[in-house]
T-cell receptor
């Protein structure tokens, strides 16, 4: 079975501080991993994805994530938070030729001025 | 491209009424997905299609839900009869393929069943 666990339903950081959103996964096949962002009243937008080409993945808006197989993790980071980063972030998983994505419960990021 | 288009954006209906949600995928995308988002259950897949054929409908909650894709540019999700517990945001997404291919999401339909 496949699953995604996001630690912390709500994370609050100060503007300019490091952002770290945690994601752990379980998969019986080599995984493809994704981070999506959802702004209020909008659909989901892809931030970045792991496709097995490189373990450190860079995405849009200065975000990056590192795939660590030994830790079954795919944590999302950004060195310096901006007010515009306030949103909900979802980690998702699929594998092989599987069509559907399995999502974590999401982490709502707040950025304090 | 205009992206994935969903209509209506908001729907308020009374219990027992039929609800039809519509989706136009990105042109050229062979896969179409319907997701539901609620506070309690998060994002869950309802059904997905490949080349207009339903592949996995195991997420459809019950017989009150049905989905069709009559052609490559249009899909519907129907709830009949609707119940208050169906209140949620319903997303449609499309992609070029399975697995590593990115799924592009529409803006969602916010459904409230009174």
């Amino acid at each position: 079975a496949q699953s995604v666990t996001q630690l912390g339903s709500h994370v609050s950081v100060s503007e300019g501080a490091l952002v770290l959103l945690r994601c752990n996964y379980s998969s019986s096949v080599p995984p493809y991993l994704f981070w999506y962002v959802q702004y209020p009243n909008q659909g989901l937008q892809l931030l970045l994805k792991y496709t097995s080409a490189a373990t450190l993945v860079k995405g849009i808006n200065g975000f990056e994530a590192e795939f660590k197989k030994s830790e079954t993790s795919f944590h999302l980071t950004k060195p310096s938070a901006h007010m515009s980063d306030a949103a909900e972030y979802f980690c998702a998983l699929t594998g092989g030729s599987q069509g559907n994505l399995i999502f974590g419960k999401g982490t709502k990021l707040s950025v304090k001025p | 491209d205009a992206g994935v288009i969903q209509s209506p954006r908001h729907e308020v209906t009374e219990m027992g009424q039929e609800v039809t949600l519509r989706c136009k995928p990105i042109s050229g995308h062979d896969y179409l997905f319907w997701y539901r988002q609620t506070m309690m259950r998060g994002l869950e897949l309802l059904i997905y299609f490949n080349n207009n054929v339903p592949i996995d409908d195991s997420g459809m909650p019950e017989d009150r839900f049905s989905a069709k894709m009559p052609n490559a540019s249009f899909s519907t999700l129907k709830i009949q009869p609707s119940e208050p517990r169906d209140s949620a945001v319903y997303f449609c997404a499309s992609s070029l393929g399975p697995g590593v291919e990115t799924q592009y999401f529409g803006p969602g339909t916010r459904l409230l069943v009174l």
